[in-house]
C-alpha cells in the first residue's frame, strides 16, 4: 500500500515546448528527514542515543529503522528488537518531527564505537577496497557457500518488467527508487520505494526482519535483491549482511561492488533488462541456454 505522504501533490511547474510554455499542476515525492534513535541498556538503567539523521521518502518507516540496524551490524537480528515506534520530539519546534525509535532487549549489547567507525568507513569517498573488505570481515560477514539457487537468464530477464508494474509512487512521480526481494522463480516478495536506493533496500531487509514483507510472493525465500538503478558498494555490502546470494541491477556495477561481490562469493548481474544482461561475479548460479554454433563448411 503506498503511504499517502509518499507523494506531494499541488505543486506548479512550467512546461516550455516549442517556444511556449504552459503552467500545470504537478506531484513529485516527498523527501523528509526521519531520525533515527536507539534505546538500550539494562532494566532500570537505559539509554538512549541518536544513531543518524536520513532523508527519506515517508512509509514503512519502522522497517528503514531496523533494516539500518541491521545492515551496518548494530544488531544481528529482529529477535534483539524489543519495540519499534514512533517518539515525539521534546521541542515543538523542532525541524524533525518524525522521530523513529527502536528498543533494544535488556541484555543485548551494543558497541557504539565500532558503529561509528563504520558509518565513517563507509562514507568516505576515498576509502580503499582493501580496507573496506578487511572491515566487513570483522563485521563477522564471511564468505557465503559456492552453492545456492540456479536461476533461468529468462526469468532475470523478466525482472525490470516485473518490478516497474509494483512501482506505484514511481509511475505518479517519476521521482523513486526501488528495490525488489525475488525469489529464483522470478516471484516478487516484496518491493519498496524511496527516494534513496540505500533506503530502499533498508526497508526491505527490515521488513524481512519484522515480518512484514507484503508482495505476491511473500513466503518465498529471497534468492536475488533487484534494484532499479546502479550497483555500488553499499548495495552489495547489505546483500551481504541480508545473506542474499544475488545481485541484480538494471543499472551499472561499480568496480569496489564486483570486488566485494567477488570476495563474498555473490552473484552480481548489471544492465538487466529484457534483451541482455552482464554477469560480473557468480555465473554458476545462472542458467543460461548456449548459443547454438554456425556449422563448419
Request: net charge negative.
Given at each position: 500500500m503506498t503511504d499517502p505522504g509518499a507523494v506531494r501533490s499541488r505543486v506548479q511547474r512550467i512546461v516550455a515546448d516549442g517556444g511556449g510554455a504552459e503552467i500545470v499542476w504537478d506531484l513529485l515525492a516527498a523527501e523528509e528527514p526521519m531520525e533515527i534513535r536507539v534505546g538500550f541498556g539494562p532494566e532500570g538503567r537505559r539509554s538512549v542515543r541518536?544513531?543518524?539523521?536520513t532523508m527519506r521518502t515517508p512509509g514503512h518507516d519502522d522497517e528503514l529503522a531496523v533494516g539500518f540496524l541491521l545492515g551496518e551490524r548494530l544488531i544481528c537480528s529482529a529477535d534483539?528488537?524489543?519495540?519499534v515506534g514512533r517518539e515525539e520530539p521534546e521541542d515543538a519546534g523542532r525541524s524533525i518531527d518524525r522521530i523513529i525509535r527502536v528498543d533494544l532487549k535488556p541484555g543485548v549489547e551494543v558497541d557504539l564505537d565500532r558503529f561509528a567507525r563504520n558509518v565513517l568507513t563507509n562514507s568516505s569517498c576515498g576509502?580503499?577496497?582493501s580496507a573496506t573488505l578487511r572491515a566487513l570481515n570483522l563485521d563477522g560477514c564471511r564468505p557465503g557457500p559456492g552453492r545456492g539457487p540456479v536461476i533461468d537468464a529468462e526469468v532475470v530477464h523478466r525482472l525490470p518488467e516485473a518490478l516497474r508494474g509494483r512501482q506505484l509512487v514511481f509511475a505518479r512521480t517519476g521521482g523513486l527508487h526501488a528495490a525488489a526481494m525475488v525469489d529464483e522463480e522470478g516471484g516478487l516478495i516484496a518491493v519498496r520505494e524511496d527516494i534513496g536506493r540505500h533506503n530502499a533496500v533498508d526497508k526491505l531487509v527490515g521488513a524481512r526482519?519484522?515480518?512484514t514483507l507484503d508482495g505476491p510472493s511473500p513466503g518465498g525465500s529471497a534468492a536475488i535483491l533487484l534494484v532499479s538503478g546502479r550497483?555500488?558498494?553499499?548495495?552489495?555490502?547489505k546483500a551481504v549482511t541480508a545473506g542474499i546470494p544475488v545481485v541484480a541491477a538494471v543499472g551499472a556495477p561499480s568496480s569496489l561492488a564486483v570486488e566485494v561481490a567477488e570476495a563474498f562469493g555473490?552473484?552480481?548481474?548489471g544492465f538487466v533488462g529484457p534483451e541482455r544482461f552482464n554477469v560480473y561475479s557468480g555465473p554458476r548460479r545462472i542458467r543460461v541456454e548456449p548459443r547454438a554454433s554456425a556449422p563448419l563448411d
Amino acid at each position: 500500500m503506498t503511504d499517502p505522504g509518499a507523494v506531494r501533490s499541488r505543486v506548479q511547474r512550467i512546461v516550455a515546448d516549442g517556444g511556449g510554455a504552459e503552467i500545470v499542476w504537478d506531484l513529485l515525492a516527498a523527501e523528509e528527514p526521519m531520525e533515527i534513535r536507539v534505546g538500550f541498556g539494562p532494566e532500570g538503567r537505559r539509554s538512549v542515543r541518536t544513531i543518524g539523521v536520513t532523508m527519506r521518502t515517508p512509509g514503512h518507516d519502522d522497517e528503514l529503522a531496523v533494516g539500518f540496524l541491521l545492515g551496518e551490524r548494530l544488531i544481528c537480528s529482529a529477535d534483539e528488537v524489543e519495540e519499534v515506534g514512533r517518539e515525539e520530539p521534546e521541542d515543538a519546534g523542532r525541524s524533525i518531527d518524525r522521530i523513529i525509535r527502536v528498543d533494544l532487549k535488556p541484555g543485548v549489547e551494543v558497541d557504539l564505537d565500532r558503529f561509528a567507525r563504520n558509518v565513517l568507513t563507509n562514507s568516505s569517498c576515498g576509502v580503499c577496497g582493501s580496507a573496506t573488505l578487511r572491515a566487513l570481515n570483522l563485521d563477522g560477514c564471511r564468505p557465503g557457500p559456492g552453492r545456492g539457487p540456479v536461476i533461468d537468464a529468462e526469468v532475470v530477464h523478466r525482472l525490470p518488467e516485473a518490478l516497474r508494474g509494483r512501482q506505484l509512487v514511481f509511475a505518479r512521480t517519476g521521482g523513486l527508487h526501488a528495490a525488489a526481494m525475488v525469489d529464483e522463480e522470478g516471484g516478487l516478495i516484496a518491493v519498496r520505494e524511496d527516494i534513496g536506493r540505500h533506503n530502499a533496500v533498508d526497508k526491505l531487509v527490515g521488513a524481512r526482519a519484522l515480518g512484514t514483507l507484503d508482495g505476491p510472493s511473500p513466503g518465498g525465500s529471497a534468492a536475488i535483491l533487484l534494484v532499479s538503478g546502479r550497483a555500488g558498494f553499499e548495495i552489495v555490502q547489505k546483500a551481504v549482511t541480508a545473506g542474499i546470494p544475488v545481485v541484480a541491477a538494471v543499472g551499472a556495477p561499480s568496480s569496489l561492488a564486483v570486488e566485494v561481490a567477488e570476495a563474498f562469493g555473490l552473484t552480481l548481474l548489471g544492465f538487466v533488462g529484457p534483451e541482455r544482461f552482464n554477469v560480473y561475479s557468480g555465473p554458476r548460479r545462472i542458467r543460461v541456454e548456449p548459443r547454438a554454433s554456425a556449422p563448419l563448411d
